[in-house]
């Protein structure tokens, strides 16, 4: 029979002690979780680190006495380990809420910095550089909303002028020579994400800082701010500010093993690299970012970052192995009727993400996915689970026929994933498969 949706609403709820299996004893079943781009459990050790920051670090890091000092203490290392990880300072590091905040700050900077350019352009040296009009950005057609709906709030208050430049659809990427066409005298940032949530496609975001760099030696005033989200792409594969050569970084706890919250990486802010702060209070992440810090999260964000400056390797193989395994079983077992979404030419893709379509009449993402028995996946962004049954608009984007798109499901494999899980997923899949065919 075919299994109901409400069984997938009870067990997400529940801890995964070993991160991918859970037992399900009323139904003898084990569920298999492959959704690590929605989001990842806390490594054992990052638990413990929040849980001691619960425990021994409850003082108001502002606090002068030794409560605070040691609440203190705990945040300025874990700032010391997310800088670490991702190739900057210290000083450089702002925690945020999580990585909906540190893309709404960035976008929020360069529209602000803009504004203070002109003003200080038509009060004293006339229009010069383009500072007069609206700033313009530059993004992708493939962003995560956190980029997407901010920058066309900006559009629609008027605010800022957008160009969402879209993804090739033969490679799935952005083309440099794109980026840097949509460039105007007005163009106060850059942002592109380093790889994509749904097809994993890594973007050409060295390719383009480089290309930015260069223009902006010809630009004496408005110098066009560059900003990468990494969400999916920390924990993953080698991702250093120094190499890709960008202004800001998004990281985000909950895709790498840490809990819900998350900084912004920005080169010497208020220094070298603007920050105008959406939240005003007191004082606290140096006037960047007001309100009493989350010491224990951010202990655990601190202590994920350590794991993934230490075994990022060791992670990346791994993944990169098991998701080879799934796509040779997916492609034994469905043979012709499977599409890899997440295969591009020319493009390189994170080790995890499978994006894949099994080709039948009855065989959308959404309905395999609520009648599979063990596997616990999305057809695609978590934020879009609303939206289940249209194509991923992502997928669309990135060349994908309409009606490969609508069977599209999104396997993202973890640290934790084993070939016995690739094997169980697959046989679900199969067995799923059969039953829908059968009853269309
Ligand atoms: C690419 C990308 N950017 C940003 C975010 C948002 O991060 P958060 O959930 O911490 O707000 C996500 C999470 O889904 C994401 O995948």
């Known amino acids: 029979m075919a299994k109901k949706t409400e069984d997938i609403t009870l067990v997400i709820g529940h801890t995964f002690p070993d991160h991918t299996l859970h037992h399900f004893p009323e139904m003898n079943l084990e569920r298999i979780y492959m959704d690590y781009n ?150 106060c940032l ?56 960008v202004d800001y970084l998004t990281i985000v706890g909950h895709k790498f093993y840490a809990p819900r919250v998350g900084a912004l990486y920005a080169n010497g802010p208020g220094k070298r690299t603007p920050i105008y702060p959406l939240l005003f209070g007191g004082g606290q992440e140096r006037d960047f970012r007001a309100g009493t810090e989350n010491t224990p999260m951010i202990a655990g964000l601190g202590k994920a970052a350590e794991l993934v400056t230490s075994n990022l390797s060791e992670y990346q193989s791994h993944m990169q192995s098991i998701k080879l395994y799934l796509e040779e079983r997916l492609t034994g077992v469905f043979q012709d009727k499977v599409r890899f979404n997440s295969h591009y030419p020319g493009s390189d893709t994170l080790p995890n993400t499978c994006n894949v379509s099994i080709m039948g009449p009855a065989l959308q993402g959404w309905r395999v996915l609520s009648n599979c028995r063990r596997l616990l ?31 599209a499901i999104r396997l993202s494999v973890g640290r934790g994933t084993t070939k016995a899980d690739v094997d169980a997923v697959v046989e679900d899949l199969r067995e799923t498969v059969q039953l829908l065919e059968e009853m269309n």
């Open 190 to 245: 850059i942002t592109v994400m380093t790889a994509n949530n749904e097809t994993g496609v890594i973007m050409p975001v060295q390719e383009i800082c480089q290309r930015i760099k260069s223009l902006n030696k010809q630009r004496e005033r408005l110098k066009i701010l560059t900003h990468t989200d990494a969400a999916q792409a920390l924990g993953k594969i080698p991702v250093d500010v120094q190499e890709l050569g």
């Open 377 to 407: 996946a999305s057809v695609g962004a978590a934020c879009h689970s609303d939206r289940v049954n249209r194509p991923s608009h992502i997928l669309l984007s990135s060349g994908i026929p309409t009606e490969v798109a609508a069977n």
């Open 38 to 187: 929605a989001t990842t459990p806390m490594e054992p050790k990052v638990i413990e680190a929040v849980s001691e920051a619960l425990q021994d670090a409850w003082g108001n890091p502002s606090s002068n006495h030794i409560a605070g000092a040691m609440a203190k203490a705990i945040i300025n290392q874990s700032r010391q380990s997310v800088a670490k990880m991702v190739g900057g300072k210290a000083e450089d590091i702002i925690f945020t809420s999580g990585g909906t905040e540190a893309n709404n700050l960035v976008l929020h900077t360069a529209v602000e910095h803009f504004r203070k350019i002109s003003r200080s352009a038509e009060q004293g040296e006339g229009h010069q550089n383009g500072c007069s009009g609206l700033p313009h950005i530059i993004t992708t057609n493939v962003e995560h909303d956190s980029i997407k709906i901010t920058a066309q709030h900006l559009e629609m208050e008027g605010k800022a002028d957008v160009t969402f430049v879209p993804v090739s659809k033969v490679t799935a990427r952005v083309e440099v020579d794109d980026i840097v066409a949509a460039v105007r005298p007005n163009t």
